[in-house]
């Protein structure tokens, strides 16, 4: 089993900056960031294999990065350049076996998840 506990959400002007984190209790190989709009389908954001290899939605490339410090087993993700369509519930999630070093941006592989911290950009 895996418990995640995110933090670090908040309210932002348009252009500002946020962190997340993501504790993480037990072992995970894959872990990612997930969003989820009023009305909107949830949506992958970045993810991270445990030896580093990254994914991220061409929506926030060059903006957002994702890291993890191993020491800590903690996830982050780093918002930069925050738009108002980043405006969503943010969600933490891991895998724990996985057949690929790649990881997914598909939600339905992960089988850990958080409970969200929001996050709310205004223009």
């Known amino acids: 089993q895996v418990q995640l506990v995110e933090s670090g959400g908040g309210s932002v002007q348009s252009g500002g900056s946020l962190r997340l984190s993501c504790a993480a209790s037990g072992y995970t190989y894959i872990m990612g960031w997930f969003r989820q709009a009023p009305g909107k389908e949830r949506e992958g954001v970045a993810c991270m294999q445990h030896s580093g290899v990254t994914r991220y939605a061409d929506s926030v490339k060059g903006r957002f990065t994702i890291s993890h410090d191993n020491a800590e087993n903690s996830l982050y993700l780093q918002m930069n350049s925050l738009k108002p369509e980043d405006t969503a519930m943010y969600y933490c999630?891991?895998?724990?076996?996985?057949?690929?070093?790649?990881?997914?941006?598909?939600?339905?592989?992960?089988?850990?998840w958080g409970q969200g911290t929001q996050v709310t950009v205004s223009s």
């Open positions: 999630a891991a895998i724990q076996h996985y057949y690929s070093t790649i990881p997914p941006l598909n939600g339905g592989a992960y089988h850990y």
